[in-house]
């Protein structure tokens, strides 16, 4: 039986993916084998050597102490494209919102209220909101991810030309987009052609800023920049002082600060992207899913820090070991199994950056000592036998 706490209300529909006489539920737990969390900050909370892994029901991590965790051989589970279609939704709203300036016209309109001609009100003050259509504009796309590639297959049916900038695009992104998108080697290609620019990436070191003073400066002069990711994606100071050139005619964002806040030309919504009872029932489910795999049958499925690894079982016993990715470390664990007269039906090893996961079913007589005796290899972390 394996012990599951939740920190967040997770929905009921994740719940039912761990059945009753396999998992137990129980959020006082001091000794869960899995956690399930959704926003629930954890970098305070103690990490039992009981746990095996979290599964964070979305596609941020930030709230996880991902090194702890890795160096305890605690895998860190999220669900990328589980809220895809929900943030995706919500960037199509912005762009019609955005070039329409519809948030500064309901506020108008809202002022009116209580006067004696409000339809002769209406008629001489909407010519203030006045705002291109979509139809035939130019969209950049920065990420061409689950929700990238969505966002940009809904302005194709807008009639926007839009181009694509995504130096690691996956095969299964690029099945997914629409012909009429194409694709940009360098944002130096894309940034000067765009009338509108949203960014789809995830937030690393790397990716910080990527819009900055620098990449708005080879945009149009008038450019109207999105960005619903993640709000460290975007140099605020520069793009405040690219509104203020005009360069940038608008910018939407879901990430508001204290900076922003209160700017002509920038409107901010509270993080709305994946707030969709669809959103959270998919990342809910996605995520206890992904738990139930590793739990029951040492599968790895959209982990942070391991390598993704999953097979069938083969029948015997299978053994999960996640080790440090050194040399020599295959041959200590295979000779460990070979000194113990196991036979090795399958096995696959993959590694992440200096931390790598070895999976093998094994038949024969699997002693109480095996599980010690490979823990106590130099390069190894963690070793379940299931």
């Not at 809220?83 to 519809?102: H, I, P, Y």
Request: proline share 5%.
């Amino acid at each position: 039986m394996y012990i599951i706490k939740t920190l967040n209300a997770i929905s009921p529909a994740g719940l039912a993916k761990l059945p009753a006489n396999q998992f137990e539920i129980d959020n006082e737990a001091a000794a869960p084998h899995g956690i399930l969390v959704r926003s629930a900050d954890m970098h305070e909370t103690p990490l039992p050597e009981s746990l095996l892994a979290i599964a964070r029901a979305g596609a941020g991590t930030n709230n996880i102490p991902i090194d702890a965790c890795t160096n305890a051989g605690i895998v860190v589970f999220n669900t990328p494209g589980a809220n895809a279609n929900a943030v995706a939704e919500l960037v199509a709203g912005a762009l019609v919102a955005g070039s329409r300036n519809m948030a500064a016209a309901v506020q108008w309109a809202q002022g009116l209220k209580g006067h004696d001609a409000i339809a002769k009100e209406v008629e001489k003050g909407k010519k203030q909101f006045v705002g291109p259509e979509l139809r035939g504009k130019t969209l950049g796309v920065i990420g061409l991810g689950a929700i990238g590639a969505r966002v940009a297959n809904a302005a194709v049916a807008l009639g926007m030309e839009v181009l694509g900038y995504d130096p690691y695009i996956s095969i299964d992104a690029a099945w997914s987009l629409s012909r009429s998108v194409q694709h940009c080697v360098t944002l130096g290609d894309m940034l000067p052609r765009c009338d509108y620019l949203t960014i789809h990436v995830p937030y690393l070191p790397t990716t910080r800023h990527t819009i900055n003073e620098q990449t708005l400066s080879l945009c149009k002069d008038g450019v109207r920049v999105l960005n619903f990711a993640r709000g460290e994606l975007v140099d605020n100071a520069a793009l405040l002082n690219a509104l203020d050139s005009g360069k940038v005619a608008h910018y939407f964002c879901d990430f508001p600060t204290e900076e922003l806040l209160g700017v002509k030309g920038v409107e901010c919504t509270p993080h709305l992207g994946a707030s969709t009872p669809e959103s959270e029932t998919n990342c809910a489910v996605m995520a206890a899913a992904e738990l139930s795999d590793y739990l029951k049958n040492g599968n790895i499925t959209h982990s942070v820090n391991l390598p993704d690894v999953s097979q069938p079982r083969m029948g015997g016993r299978r053994i999960c070991i996640i080790h440090k990715n050194t040399p020599g470390a295959i041959s200590a664990i295979t000779g460990v199994l070979t000194a113990a007269r196991l036979n090795i039906e399958n096995m696959v090893n993959k590694s992440k950056k200096d931390v790598a996961y070895t999976l093998l079913d094994v038949t024969g007589d699997l002693t109480a000592s095996l599980a010690a005796e490979l823990s106590g290899l130099e390069p190894a972390i963690r070793v379940r036998i299931l």
